[in-house]
């Protein structure tokens, strides 16, 4: 269909993707985002070959790479130090394209921002309602006023309001049974690895390292829901404290002020639909899923590409619509059940026997079976996105 206008909901990477792509065909775009400030928050983030692909589909995928470190080196290991799995980034190069790569979310957030005009992006602005009442047309309602669009994308969040509006007897997000804490670290950490993943029991402590040698950490911990810390870090190194290195380095070079701390929330329940009339949703805001694949943001541009791609190719905004809910609502409800799986045998696993048969497991595993579960949800092949204009 021929270009129109869009309302993209939210500033996050999947909005600005989102943004970057309608403008790509030919559509005007406004973007909302209700903070007041873009804190960039979220310290880093890991980018599978699906979102990275994605990335270049929307023409930013180069300034990207530039900015972000290949995971080559890591695994999986348990606390003591010993190894479970090798993550072998040569060969998820060598059969994608590219390895895992590793950046700073405010890098990332900051990129897309940079693809979008002047003015694109507007921040302080709620919408507090959406009018649905006009056919051809939808309206948006903030607390500055009142706005119309051919199209509104909802990409908001975890705790969307219009996925809420728009399905009122879906029951929202459901706490995970985890909470994660995570920080970047002031300054580079000798001999860490690329990227690491530990599991104990009930807890996983993870990190990635970034051009400049600082690195992100994340621990997950199973808890009860909103539990908060007067120190978090003073918390972490006690129950780290006997864990291998580099993990104490790591909460060793972090500042108290740098540990963000979220619980868990996910999408448990699956939305029967991912639009609704000329409305269409957009990551987390459609699939919330846990953190256990690192596919939560790969997902979200995923969806970017393939609305634009379904408005390029459809007669009309209807078709283009079926099409994006088609292509995407069974693809990325089935990665979340699969990081859902992965959660309750990874770090969700809390008894001592449960975990030591997962451990042996693992290591009896045949060479190649860790690669074989990343590219099973990041082999990933975007539609193509002619632009309309540079």
């Known amino acids: 269909m021929d270009g129109g206008n869009a309302v993209v909901v939210g500033g996050g990477i999947g909005g600005l993707a989102a943004a970057i792509g309608l403008r790509r065909i030919g559509w005007e775009v406004s973007v909302l985002e209700r903070a007041a400030v873009l804190e960039d928050a979220g310290a880093g983030i890991s980018l599978h070959a699906n979102g990275i692909r994605a990335l270049d589909a929307l023409g930013v995928g180069a300034d990207v790479r530039a900015a972000a470190r290949p995971q080559y080196t890591g695994g999986t290991r348990v606390p003591g130090g010993g190894r479970l799995a090798r ?25 897309l921002r940079a693809a979008l005009p002047a003015g694109c992006l507007t921040v302080g602005a709620e919408v507090t309602s959406l009018d649905l009442t006009a056919a051809d047309r939808v309206g948006v309602v903030t607390r500055e006023g009142a706005r119309e669009a051919d199209l509104v994308v909802a990409a908001d969040g975890v705790n969307s309001a219009l996925r809420a509006l728009l399905f009122p007897g ?10 994660v804490l995570r920080a970047l670290t002031d300054s580079p950490v000798p001999s860490v690895s690329d990227f690491e993943l530990t599991w104990g029991r009930g807890a996983e402590f993870g990190h990635i390292t970034f051009t400049d040698g600082r690195a992100e ?44 701390h979220h619980d868990i929330h996910e999408l448990a329940t699956p939305l029967s639909a991912f639009t609704a009339g000329r409305v269409a949703l957009l990551g987390d805001a459609a699939h919330a899923m846990t953190p256990n694949l690192g596919q939560g943001a790969c997902q979200a541009l995923e969806d970017a590409v393939s609305l634009a791609a379904a408005l390029a190719a459809s007669p009309g905004l209807g078709a283009a619509l079926a099409r994006y809910d088609a292509e995407r609502r069974p693809r990325s409800q089935s990665v979340a059940r699969a990081a859902r799986r992965a959660g309750r045998m990874g770090q969700r696993l809390a008894h001592p026997v449960a975990v030591a048969v997962r451990n042996t497991a693992l290591r009896a595993a045949p060479d190649g079976a860790a690669l074989r579960a990343i590219l099973r949800h990041a082999d990933w092949t975007p539609p193509r996105l002619d632009p309309a204009f540079p």
């Open 87 to 111: 993550m072998d980034g040569a060969a998820l190069e060598r059969a994608l394209g590219t390895p895992i790569v590793g950046i700073p979310r405010a890098t990332l957030h900051r990129l």
């Open 170 to 179: 879906h029951p929202g997000p459901a706490y995970s049974g985890s909470t």
């Open 217 to 260: 950490w994340h621990a997950v911990l199973n808890s009860p829901p909103g539990v908060l810390h007067p120190d978090p870090l003073e918390v972490l190194r006690r129950r780290f404290r006997d864990w291998h290195e580099p993990i104490p380095a790591l909460l060793a070079a972090t500042r108290p002020e740098a540990v963000l």
